[in-house]
């Protein structure tokens, strides 16, 4: 079964401070690995996309990594501000247009 | 630039009541859309996809159906709604070239 999990549920950082994001998939076959950053009542906005061959990519300061042999990627985010307060989610895409696998997401809130 | 709107934003219905909610796209044109909703805590679940007008498919059997009767609008209805209806619709689309889904700024649908 296609399948997109992530950790933590929650997280609570400091203003200012680092923290990463987990996401594991069992998505066959894979096409490519979203990152999305959701603000509460809002619809979700794309941070990054990877494909099969890349192990990295950046967006400010957003890193994300995908490990293709493990099934895992991360969402890294650097020196972390009070408007990255959202719900990131990892979303897979297993072959045609319409099969996108969504993670429950991770609910980050950044105090000052 | 391309944008999408839904509305309304929030609503609130009785238990049995119609429901009708709209979602349109400007500045592209052949979109392909989707309706999603999302729960508390889980992931985006896929209710309805068009790739044109009038072609609708269904990926999960339900009490919503969905329509498409203009290029660049997609309505999702329901004539009897139940407490299970709740929930955060969101409205995306997509290009014929690009796979990236953009998505709307959601309705919230209680169901009292």
């Known amino acids: 079964k296609n399948q997109v999990e992530q950790s933590p549920q929650s997280l609570i950082i400091l203003e200012g401070k680092n923290c990463t994001l987990q996401c594991n998939y069992t998505v066959s076959p894979f096409s490519n690995l979203r990152w999305y950053k959701q603000d509460t009542g809002r619809g979700p906005v794309s941070l990054t996309i990877m494909t099969f061959s890349e192990n990295t990519k950046s967006n400010g300061r957003y890193t994300a990594t995908l490990d293709a042999d493990t099934k895992q990627s991360s969402l890294h985010i650097t020196a972390s501000q009070l408007s990255d307060s959202a719900s990131y989610i990892c979303v897979v895409r297993t072959g045609g247009y319409n099969k996108l696998i969504f993670g429950a997401g991770t609910r980050l809130a950044v105090h000052p | 630039s391309q944008t999408i709107h839904q509305w309304p934003a929030t609503l609130v219905q009785p238990v049995g009541s119609p429901l009708s909610l709209e979602c349109t796209v400007e500045?592209?044109?052949?979109?392909?859309l989707y309706w999603y909703r999302q729960a508390a805590g889980r992931g985006l679940q896929l209710l309805f996809y068009?790739?044109?007008?009038?072609?609708i498919s269904s990926e999960v059997p339900q009490n919503l159906s969905a329509s498409r009767p203009q290029d660049r609008q997609f309505i999702l209805s329901s004539k009897k709604l139940l407490l299970s209806d709740s929930g955060f619709y969101l409205c995306?689309?997509?290009?014929?070239?690009?796979?990236?889904?953009?998505f709307g700024p959601g309705t919230r649908l209680t169901v009292l």
């Open positions: 500045g592209t044109s052949n979109p392909n």
């Open positions: 995306a689309w997509s290009g014929a070239v690009s796979n990236e889904q953009f």
């Open positions: 068009s790739v044109g007008i009038g072609q």
